[in-house]
């Protein structure tokens, strides 16, 4: 099936400093959706894009869809040790998602 | 409102033998989606159930197999386990296939194949 590429695979920032995690495709998406999952955890649904350029905001996570629909970025500001996890994206072709990412997995030292 | 139950949490199997593995959505929710994810993996998609019909296949063999029953439950049927089946087995609910509103996740069997 229809693959992304999400960078990087791992990630470690000092507490207070900024993460950003992305996906690209070599087709254009339907849509995106996001997924993090603690340790130990499941994958919880954090937000789904839809509109080329689409930006939204969950209090310090910020959430963009490219203008050609092939790729997506989250990004953390301030990152607390609470944003520890491994964040994924899904892709969505037609009315199907597709395959997850392989996940950014992000540290976060106090 | 109960999310997503997946029993059992834990199972140990032979290799050789067949396992079942059960799901119920979210109240709600008809599309059961089943993952498989190793450690330290994304997780892979098995196959979807839609109306009680497999709509939508990941690439898995035969030996996996599913059923979607008329109140919208699921079981994951795997044959012949491998050693390499051992992995965290997630079902997913969503509704409308998940394309509008995301998945919601169960927290997953853990399957030791030994």
């Known amino acids: 099936g229809q693959q992304v590429m999400q960078i990087p695979q791992y990630q470690h920032v000092q507490e207070g400093e900024d993460f950003t995690t992305y996906c690209n495709s070599s087709?254009?998406?339907?849509?995106i959706q996001w997924y993090k999952q603690r340790p130990g955890g499941h994958p919880v649904f954090l937000i789904q894009?839809?509109?080329?350029?689409e930006v939204k905001k969950q209090k310090r996570l910020t959430f963009q869809f490219g203008e050609a629909k092939k790729n997506s970025s989250l990004h953390i500001t301030a990152t607390q040790t609470t944003d520890v996890g491994t964040y994924f994206c899904l892709p969505g072709a037609g009315s199907y998602q597709l395959t997850f990412g392989k996940g950014t997995k992000l540290s976060v030292i106090p | 409102d109960a999310g997503v139950t997946q029993s059992p949490t834990h199972l140990i199997k032979t290799r050789g033998q067949q396992v079942t593995l059960r799901c119920s959505p979210k109240?709600?929710?008809?599309?059961v989606s089943w993952y498989q994810q190793a450690l330290g993996q994304g997780p892979q998609f098995i196959f979807q159930y839609y109306e009680e019909e497999e709509r939508q296949r990941g690439n898995f063999p035969d030996r996996f197999s599913g059923h979607q029953f008329p109140n919208y439950s699921s079981e994951l049927n795997v044959n012949a386990l491998l050693l390499g089946d051992s992995a965290l087995y997630l079902c997913a609910s969503s509704k409308d296939r998940g394309t509008y509103y995301g998945y919601t996740f169960g927290s997953g069997t853990r399957l030791t194949v030994v």
């Open positions: 109240s709600g929710h008809d599309t």
């Open positions: 087709t254009t998406l339907s849509n």
């Open positions: 894009l839809v509109k080329s350029g």
